[in-house]
Antibody, heavy 119, light 106 residues
Framework: QVQLQESGPGLVKPSETLSLTCTVS????????WSWIRQSPGKGLEWIGY????????SYSPSLKSRVTISEHTSKSQFFLELRSVTAADTAVYYC????????????WGQGTLVTVSS | DIQMTQSPSSLSASVGDRVTITCQAS??????LNWFQHKPGRAPRLLIS???NLETGVPSRFRGSGSGTDFTLTISSLQPEDVATYYC????????FGPGTKVDIK
């Protein structure tokens, strides 16, 4: 059974870059969409973007597109989130997720990791 | 961009009650609509894809319906373990979530 685990710094300073890793076990990255989603305190869910392993193509939320890069590292069964120039508004629980198709993009989720942006 | 709305924003019902949550898209999204259940401290769970397809392992008391711009999630008999926030999400454009509906037990 596939498992996803987010990892990365729990504290990032304003204006710096937030970098997270999602490690996949129990399956390969092949033929799946790999997404990042976040939930700010007291707010709802926000889709950040995805990378499609087979082609390396990406898609991002317009509100974050200028600051986000999602990429994969095939041999290590990992994919990554980079969010640049962070502010306190980027404080959130960040989740990674996978799906076979765009219709069910977020079928399997990791447990999430809290990232706080503060000096 | 497609905007998603949900109503109500919260509700409180008794065990065994029928609960209905509505979701509206700002434009036609055909049946490209998913429903998620999110409990505090847990990962969100995909309940229904393509507006009405129940995911494996999801209890049959959950039902999704609708197409175009108007969608509904129905819990036929509310159970204590259904306390959660429920989100709709469109999959036709940029995967926008609705604002959520918080469900509690009265």
């Amino acid at each position: 059974q596939v498992q996803l685990q987010e990892s990365g710094p729990g504290l990032v300073k304003p204006s710096e870059t937030l970098s997270l890793t999602c490690t996949v076990s129990g399956d390969s990255l092949t033929n799946y969409y790999w997404s990042w989603i976040r939930q700010s305190p007291g707010k709802g869910l926000e889709w950040i973007g995805y990378v499609y392993y087979n082609s390396g193509s990406t898609s991002y939320s317009p509100s974050l597109k200028s600051r986000v890069t999602i990429s994969e590292h095939t041999s290590k069964s990992q994919f990554f989130l980079e969010l640049r120039s962070v502010t306190a508004a980027d404080t959130a629980v960040y989740y990674c997720a996978r799906g076979k198709t765009r219709n069910a993009l977020l079928r399997t989720w990791g447990q999430g990791t809290l990232v706080t942006v503060s000096s | 961009d497609i905007q998603m709305t949900q109503s109500p924003s919260s509700l409180s019902a008794s065990v065994g009650d029928r609960v209905t949550i509505t979701c509206q898209a700002s434009q036609n999204i055909r049946n490209y609509l998913n429903w998620f259940q999110h409990k505090p401290g847990r990962a969100p769970r995909l309940l229904i894809s393509d507006a009405s397809n129940l995911e494996t392992g999801v209890p049959s008391r959950f039902r999704g319906s609708g197409s175009g711009t108007d969608f509904t999630l129905t819990i036929s008999s509310l159970q204590p373990e259904d306390v959660a926030t429920y989100y709709c999400q469109e999959c036709d454009d940029l995967f926008t979530f609705g604002p959520g509906t918080k469900v509690d037990i009265k």
